[in-house]
C-alpha cells in the first residue's frame, strides 16, 4: 500500500497539472449529448430562445437530439437507420410554433411538439406529391414565414431532377412547383420574398413566395455555400468570400475571412455574428467589418486541438451559439471569447461566465455566478446525468456565491450550469480527491 500510494499521488498531479496547462481561454465547449455518444452534425436549427435541434449521424443511423434549456444539455429523441448510409437531416424549418419539419436524403420526418418527437410526414402529404417524391428524394433545402407558409427545395431520381414543394399550414394545403434549380440554402424574409442559394454558385430571390426565382446580383457571388437575410435588404453570404448587402442583394461588399472559403453564417442582430468552415471560426460584434479568430477558444480535449469542424452554425442570442459538423456539437454561452476558466490565483474577473475556485476541488468548493438574477445552479457528471441542482432567488449584491460539497461527487469531469434569465453560462469542474 505504501507503494502505490506515491504513485497515485504522482499520477493525480500529473493530471491536476494538465488541466493548468489547458489554455483559460477555451470557450467552445463540446456539448453535452444524453445518453453520451459522437455525432456527425448535418444540421443545427433553434426552433425558439428554448429550444434546439440537431440532426446527426451515427454511423447508419440518422439522430435528432433536442435541448430544452437553450444548449446546456441534448438529449437524444429519435433515431432511424439511413438505409445503408446517407447524409441525414439536411435541414429543419418551424412551420409554426409547435410544428417542425426535418428533411434530407430519403427523409422527411415531423414533429407537431416543437421537437420533442418525431414521425413519418409521408401520411401528410397529397399521393401526387408522394409520386413526384418516389423512392428516392433528397430535400436540401427549407424556409417558414411566421406560421404563413413553407417552402422546401431539393431533388428526385438518380438524374437529380428539381423538386420545389410549398405548404400552406392555415389550409393544409400542398403545392408542387415547377423548378429549374436546386436550392441548398434559403430564408424567407416576408409573406412574399425568399432568398436562396445554389451551391457553389450564386444567390437568388423570389418576390412570389418562391414560385419563380431570379438571380439578384449583378457582379457575380463566387462559390456561395449559406445565405442568411435578417430582412428584405439586409443580407449575408458564406462563400469564398464574406458578402454582405444592404440592398437586396443588387450590390455586395465583399471581404475574406476564411483562407480557403467559409462554408456557414449566422447573424442574430444587425452586429453580432459568426462565420466558419472546417478548421475556420471568426465571429463579428461590428456587422462584419472586423472579424476575430476564434480557433484558440475551443476546447477539443481529450482529442488533438484541430479536431472540430464549423460548417454548420447557430445561435440563440449574441452570447449562445452552436457550432458543429463531422467531429460533433460545440456550443459557448459568452460568445466565445473572454474567459470564465478556473483561476488559481482567486481573481474573480469573470463577468462573463462562472469562477469556481478551487478547481480542481477536493472537499467542497465556492461557485460565483456572474450575474445576481434569479436562477438555477446544476452540476452534470459526463453521461448527462444531474448530481446537484440547486434554485436560487434574486439578491441584490452583483452575484451569487455558492458553497457546494464534492463528498457526493465521484473522481472526474463535471459540467457547471447555471441558468437565469439572463441566459446560460457553464464552466468545467475536476474533482480529484
Known sequence: MCTKLPLLRIALLAVIGMLYQ?????????????????????????????????????????????????????????????????????????????????????????????????????????????????????????????????????YVGGNFKPIYLRYYPHTGTWQTIESLAIYDGMTAVSDRVVYAHIWDSEAYKSVDTGSTYSRISRDPLYNVYDISFSDSIVGRVAGWWFSSTTDGGATWNNRQVCRHGCSSVVFVDTLNGWIGSSQALFRTTDGGLTWQDQTKFIDTRPLPSNYWDAKHLAAIDSNIAFFGGREGLWVTFNGGVGT??????????H???????????????????????????????????????????????????????????????????????????????????
Open 22 to 154: 489547458l489554455p483559460a481561454t477555451a470557450q467552445w465547449q463540446r456539448a453535452v449529448i444524453v445518453p453520451a455518444q459522437y455525432l456527425e452534425i448535418t444540421e443545427i436549427y433553434v426552433a425558439n430562445p428554448t429550444a434546439v435541434v440537431v440532426g446527426g449521424l451515427r454511423n447508419d443511423t440518422l439522430v435528432i437530439a433536442r435541448s430544452s434549456d437553450r444548449g446546456a444539455t441534448f438529449t437524444i429523441v429519435y433515431e432511424a437507420l439511413t438505409f445503408g448510409g446517407g447524409s441525414g437531416i439536411l435541414t429543419m424549418t418551424s412551420v409554426n410554433d409547435s410544428v417542425l419539419f426535418a428533411c434530407g436524403e430519403r427523409v422527411f420526418v415531423v414533429s407537431s411538439d416543437t421537437g420533442r418527437s418525431w414521425s413519418d410526414a409521408a401520411p401528410l402529404l397529397p399521393d401526387s406529391i408522394l409520386s413526384r417524391l418516389g423512392t428516392y428524394y433528397n430535400l436540401t433545402s427549407s424556409a417558414s414565414y411566421r406560421g404563413q407558409y413553407t417552402v422546401i427545395s431539393g
Open 351 to 433: 463577468p462573463n461566465g462562472l469562477q469556481l475556485s478551487p478547481n480542481p476541488a477536493i472537499d467542497d468548493i465556492t461557485i460565483t455566478t456572474p450575474t445576481a438574477s434569479a436562477g438555477r445552479l446544476l452540476i452534470v457528471d459526463q453521461a448527462g446525468r444531474t448530481v446537484y441542482e440547486r434554485v436560487v432567488a434574486s439578491t441584490s449584491s452583483i452575484d451569487h456565491t455558492l458553497r457546494v460539497s464534492t463528498d457526493q461527487f465521484q473522481r472526474g469531469v463535471y459540467l457547471v450550469l447555471f441558468q437565469s434569465a439572463d441566459g446560460v453560462v457553464a464552466e468545467k469542474l475536476l474533482v480529484s480527491w
Open 340 to 349: 470564465t476558466s478556473a483561476d488559481p490565483s482567486g481573481d474573480r474577473s
